[in-house]
């Protein structure tokens, strides 16, 4: 079972939709950070999120922290071919420096 | 700069034998994380380390597996003996004290 669930498991869009990816617990995180993953390599970050109800954006890329910051989004504004990856979200409990990850969203953008 | 340094990027070994990853941190970070990673079971923590000393070992998986750090810069994951579900791909991990991770290539371990 696992802590942080992501939602969908799978996205296949055509270059210039917009998608949104989920990330939900029931447990509360004083944390939680996205990263992109690409074949072959590790996990890299792409932000963190540390307030309830806190939106950040990076280029096309929206973040937003539930306000009960137990979940989050991405959402993803005109996808293009460069935004294919497995995305992960992870989440940071009050204490420690343990990261507890989803099991990952994997997005296929289409040329 | 150099980052995450793991070695070696594929492994392919027989059940029953050992096996050896090893990973070099940032110069200057202090924590390293050691992960797993499955389709089936996605990133999974195996144990951490905060200046040199393991603080959560509760994700490996038996004591198959055994993680050391010999000094600061330098950890070992072995794993023996080695069995099939040990196939995966090893990443590790090194930081700042509750700061961003930064991760390595990862190791691809293939156990027939």
């Known amino acids: 079972t696992q802590l942080l669930k992501q939602s969908p498991q799978f996205l296949s869009i055509q270059e210039g939709e917009n998608l949104t990816v989920y990330c939900n617990s029931s447990s509360v995180f004083s944390s939680l950070q996205w990263y992109r993953q690409e074949p072959g390599e590790g996990p890299v970050l792409l932000v963190t999120v540390v307030t309830g109800g806190e939106v950040k954006k990076l280029k096309r890329l929206t973040f937003q922290f539930g306000d009960a910051r137990k979940d989050s989004s991405l959402h993803i504004t005109a996808a293009q071919p460069g935004d294919t990856g497995l995305y992960l979200c992870?989440?940071?409990?009050?204490?420690?420096?343990?990261?507890?990850f989803g099991g990952g969203t994997r997005v296929l953008v289409k040329p | 700069d150099a980052g995450v340094i793991q070695s070696p990027r594929h492994e392919v070994t027989e059940m029953g034998q050992e096996v050896t990853l090893r990973c070099k941190l940032i110069?200057?970070?202090?924590?390293l994380f050691w992960y797993r990673q499955t389709m089936m079971r996605g990133l999974e923590l195996l144990i951490y380390f905060n200046n040199n000393v393991p603080i959560d070992d509760s994700g490996m998986p038996e004591d198959r597996f055994s993680a050391k750090m010999p000094n600061a810069s330098f950890s070992t994951l072995k794993i023996q003996p080695s069995e099939p579900r040990d196939s995966a791909v090893y990443f590790c991990?090194?930081?700042?004290?509750?700061?961003?991770?930064?991760f390595g290539p990862g190791t691809r371990l293939t156990v027939t």
């Open positions: 992870a989440g940071r409990r009050a204490a420690g420096n343990k990261l507890t």
């Open positions: 991990a090194s930081s700042l004290i509750g700061s961003e991770q930064y």
């Open positions: 110069s200057g970070h202090n924590s």
